[in-house]
């Protein structure tokens, strides 16, 4: 099976290499977990190996996700314009305030089908591989019941798949639950399930990833330790001593 490396160190080699090409995937995790961090990762990473990529922010401004992502020494709007990395702006559409941003909605409000013709136009303007979708609970806001916000999930997956990139998706999972996301709708998504846990207790050691599935893949069942620092997230092995 072709695999798609991350490029984030430590994660790879606990699902044979790298993702299944092609498929989606579901980073789940409480706020402040490090889902947006990984994901971004996953872009950079992509460029850095000349694989485009593409990330739709649901969340957070396009303009904040540069700024912040400069701390890890990733300069997007470099990426942005060495046509590696695009940033589709579905974020302010619904304040009815017109983007700036390349790729965006107009300023009349929320539209679906607008939002998946900027996603696909920005994939096929730089033929991206890669592409993030962050998150699913900001897309369920612009909708007024779950029935609609699987079908909007579906079909982006849908699109998607067809369009041949392989999709990280940002969820959250109520971890009490037998859940895996929040709509029930996750679980179509997911041909593989990561799972970011903070504990908030400890030191360096209060952070956790673990792989809950991944299909077509013998992949690592450990709870392992995440490190966020100034070089982005790190996956160590369970019984490494990375605090040194
Ligand atoms: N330079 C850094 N060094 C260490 N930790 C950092 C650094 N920058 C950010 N962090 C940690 O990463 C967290 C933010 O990660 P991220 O934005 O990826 O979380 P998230 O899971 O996407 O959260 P949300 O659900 O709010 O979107 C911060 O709360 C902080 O704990
Ligand atoms: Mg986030």
Redesign the pocket.
Known sequence: MNRVRTGIKGFDELIEGGFPLGRSFL?S????????????QYLVEGAKMNEPGVYLTL??RPELIRE?ML??GWNIREFEDNGLIKIVDGTIAKLGIPSDEEFSLPATGFDLDKLLLELMRAIKKIKAKRVVV??IPALGLNFENEYDIRRAVLKMVYLLSRAGVTTIF?T?INEDSKQIGKYGVEEFVADGVIV?H?MGVGTQSNRTLHIRKMRATKHSEDLHPL????AGVTIHKVEEDYNV
């Open positions: 980073i995790g409480g706020t402040g977990t490090g889902k947006t961090i990984f994901a971004t969340d957070e912040d701390c890890f962050d998150s940002t959250e970011l903070y490190q966020i620092t100034s």
